[in-house]
């Protein structure tokens, strides 16, 4: 696997993290 193929998948993974502690930010917020 290619550095920059690498680095895309940790990208897309990190995204996935921020947006899921986001979502439960907001949840939590609502409450």
Do not use: L
Not at 5 to 21: D, I, P, S, V, Y
């Amino acid at each position: 696997m290619s550095e920059r193929a690498r680095a895309r998948e940790c990208t897309r993974e990190c995204e996935r993290a921020r947006a899921r502690e986001h979502t439960s930010e907001i949840v939590s917020a609502r409450e």
